[in-house]
């Protein structure tokens, strides 16, 4: 099946930092999508992308659709403590697959 | 414009009883994804379902879950003789679909199933 491959698992970062994580893919999608997800909540959407080499900016979030259409990134800069969660890659085809996630924690 | 709404919240349940998920779609969206999570892991899709129609389930067990998403009323997941190993929060996506065939899905607060 679609396997995503998410890095870094976890992050540790002071406030005001930058912070950067990826998705890779065996495959190939026609949309990547991040989430965050809060502790007892449901994934809230940040970025979709529906075009390779698309870059989209959300704020202080930035996502990029790969070239090769099997990878993405996100970029948050100038970190703040209510960036804490749990960052979700997803690619999307006729159906969604996650990666793992990373676990960001921002140190005040 | 209300989001996805799901209930309940928290369900327990002994083991071999029932569970029953209910999701309600955002309001123009006709298609319903459920998905399951494990702590610390990712999301696994499970079905895929339009009104009245299964479109893909693939992604759940062929025992004891089923689903539905009838011409009125929300989706409902339901599982049948819990047992422990079902305990996971349970999330429920729409989204609206384009003509291309796929489109963003948007999720609800999910279910957290605990099996006593």
């Known amino acids: 099946g679609q396997q995503l491959n998410q890095s870094p698992q976890s992050m540790f970062i002071q406030e005001g930092e930058d912070v950067s994580m990826n998705c890779t893919s065996s495959?190939?999608?026609?949309?990547w999508l991040w989430y965050k997800q809060d502790p007892g909540e449901g994934p809230v959407l940040l970025i979709a992308?529906?075009?390779?080499?698309e870059l989209t900016s959300n704020g202080r979030l930035t996502a990029q659709f790969g070239i090769t259409r099997k990878d993405s990134f996100l970029n948050i800069s100038a970190s703040i403590p209510s960036d804490v969660g749990i960052y979700f890659c997803?690619?999307?085809?006729?159906?969604?697959?996650f990666g793992a996630g990373t676990r960001l924690t921002v140190k005040p | 414009n209300a989001g996805v709404m799901q209930n309940p919240r928290h369900l327990v349940r002994r083991r071999g009883q029932e569970a029953r998920l209910r999701c309600s779609p955002m309001?123009?969206?006709?298609?319903v994804y459920w998905y399951r999570q494990l702590p610390e892991e990712g999301l696994k899709f499970m079905v895929y379902?339009?009104?009245?129609?299964?479109?893909?389930e693939s992604g759940m067990p062929k025992e004891r879950f089923s689903a539905e998403f009838p011409k009125e009323g929300p989706s409902i997941l339901r599982i049948q003789q819990v047992v422990r190993g079902d305990s996971a929060a349970y999330f429920c996506?729409?989204?609206?679909?384009?003509?291309?065939?796929?489109?963003?899905?948007?999720f609800g607060p999910g279910t957290r199933l605990t099996v006593l």
């Open positions: 996506a729409s989204s609206p679909l384009t003509k291309t065939g796929s489109d963003t899905q948007y």
């Open positions: 495959s190939i999608f026609n949309t």
């Open positions: 992308l529906y075009k390779a080499g």
């Open positions: 997803a690619g999307l085809n006729n159906d969604m697959r």
């Open positions: 309001k123009g969206h006709s298609h």
């Open positions: 379902l339009q009104k009245e129609n299964i479109i893909d």
